[in-house]
């Protein structure tokens, strides 16, 4: 226990330490994976440009050899969203995690005005892609030829959340197409996904990759819910701050916090990056003025850059038939040395990304 505050750059400086982005990390692929908990994989290019950003002298062929083993794996976790995850943690997780997805489910059939019967839904999925592959479109098809009457949405979703799916990859580009096939995740990896939940570990590891945080902050990350009992529970075994609005925050008693006054280096986030998601207050990494320019329409999250370790603007890639040019838009003003660090490090991931180009340039939008 400690009466300690944690000032906001102390929380900052925290989070950019457990996320890798103080300073890229000598651990390998899959370490990286298991310490971030995940990268959340909407669409294809985030995880590699979240890994790329965090780990030195990272490769396409580090996490795609790693996917085409089997060892990471995509899948709905957290927040019931995709995520790439090693498969240690998979089988783990997602019996962990099992009531958000229950929750969602039952969310979305309210909504729609729907009772499905969940058990024989996911018994006519198993069964049909058991068979192969499936893309979702498939499966829709399927369900509504089973149940016209009833919203192939709900039915579709009752299937994502309550039968372990795990998209398969292919061995080109980013590793997964636009348009996935599905297959059943115990056959994938060749065992069963255990029912038993791990909610402790799942604390510790969160913490880990995203403390000090309160239980409210792991709620949002995670989607679970009433995590307050759980922390209460776990507190003799954790060590207790409070923010400078008196939130209590917790963390691992061994982990030691930076100085708040540690220098961040500009860093690149992708679309989607968790640590733009995983707290209920994310002031610690984004200013309540720029929520509108970060967290986007359609659930969208904007890819950001980082400057003094607060997103300080968005980028993104433009193609040409020849050329690529990695496009800066800062919220603010940049001093010009700021101004060099971003172009030295966006020169090396435009590259990154699209490594085929014949011209590459960094375009600042003020």
Known sequence: MTDRV????????ATLSRQLLLERSTLSTSAAIQRLVGLQAQVPLPPYVGLWTRVQN??????ASLIEKRSVIKATLMRATLHLATTDDYLWLRPTLQPVLTSAQESIAKRRGEEVDVNELVAVARDYIAKEPRTFAEL????????????????????????????????????YPGTPKFTLADDWLGKPIPDTEHLRELVFR???AFGPASAT????????AKLKEVFEQLKPDLRVYRDETKREMFDLP??????????????????????????????RIVADAYRS????????????????????????????????????????????SDRKALTEEAEKLVRFIEGSAKNYEVKFVD
């Open 293 to 336: 320019q970060v967290y986007l329409p359609a659930l969208r999250v904007a890819a950001t850059i980082l400057v003094d370790g607060f997103v300080h603007g968005a980028w993104k890639v433009e193609k040409t038939k020849t050329a690529a040019t990695l496009v800066i838009t800062p919220f603010e003003p940049l001093t010009a």
């Open 6 to 13: 944690l000032t906001l750059r102390d929380l900052n400086r």
């Open 140 to 175: 829709s098809a399927m369900l509504s030829e089973l149940h016209p009457d009833t919203d192939v949405g709900s039915m579709r979703y009752t299937v994502r959340t309550h039968l372990p799916l795990v998209q398969v990859p292919i061995t080109t580009g980013w590793s």
């Open 58 to 63: 990272f490769q396409r062929d580090d996490l």
């Open 254 to 283: 061994d982990l030691e916090l930076p100085d708040a006054d540690t220098p961040a280096p500009v860093r690149f986030l992708p679309e989607f990056d968790n640590i733009l998601l995983s707290h209920s207050k994310r002031t």
């Open 217 to 224: 902050d792991m709620q949002s990350w995670s989607g679970l």
């Open 206 to 208: 969160y913490l880990a």
